[in-house]
């Protein structure tokens, strides 16, 4: 399976690529460098914790990587009056009233805890592509469900500061 990822995505995830190889990789090189040089390695904390940053550096180079490669780009346009990629959604749950607002995002972005809502969760997909004011049904499973009420759509531009989640 692709992973759906915008132009943004991929962008961002080419600067942070650019920025380890340019800056992380380098440093940690030489971190790496300088702890072997303080004698026996069987026994150096230093130079073990420097491999494990650098490897770890190594590691999300690669992962960036194939998500690029193996991508599915998809668009951010939608309808000016439907939800769509990066637009801001607030709901009411009609079974207790209670009101959120998430934005919908691609998965390498999305965090629940800062109510970035995924396009593939649930959520995200009954959401997208209706307009404010309809009445929304979120498939959890088989056999639980439940209604949103699109409240109000705010169409917002990708922002900068949105970063790829890390694994």
Do not use: C, W
Request: aromatic share 6%; net charge negative.
């Amino acid at each position: 399976m692709y992973d759906e990822l915008t132009a943004g995505d991929i962008r961002k995830m080419q600067e942070e690529i650019e920025y380890r190889k340019l800056v992380v990789r380098p440093q940690a090189l030489e971190e790496v460098k300088s702890a072997r040089a303080h004698g026996d390695l069987s026994e150096n904390f230093e130079y073990h914790a420097a491999k494990k940053v650098k490897n770890q550096n190594e590691s999300r180079i690669r992962y960036l990587e194939k998500m690029i490669r193996t991508a599915r780009v998809i668009s951010e346009e939608s309808a000016e009056d439907e939800v769509g990629i990066n637009n801001t959604v607030t709901v009411e749950f009609t079974d207790d009233g209670s009101v959120e607002t998430y934005r919908i995002v691609t998965t390498v972005r999305g965090n629940s805890l800062e109510n970035l809502i995924s396009n593939e969760s649930p959520l995200g997909k009954a959401l997208l592509g209706k307009k404010e004011g309809q009445t929304a049904h979120v498939q959890v499973n088989d056999t639980v469900g439940y209604d949103v009420k699109i409240l109000k759509l705010e169409k917002t531009e990708d922002e900068a500061g949105d970063k790829i989640r890390e694994f």
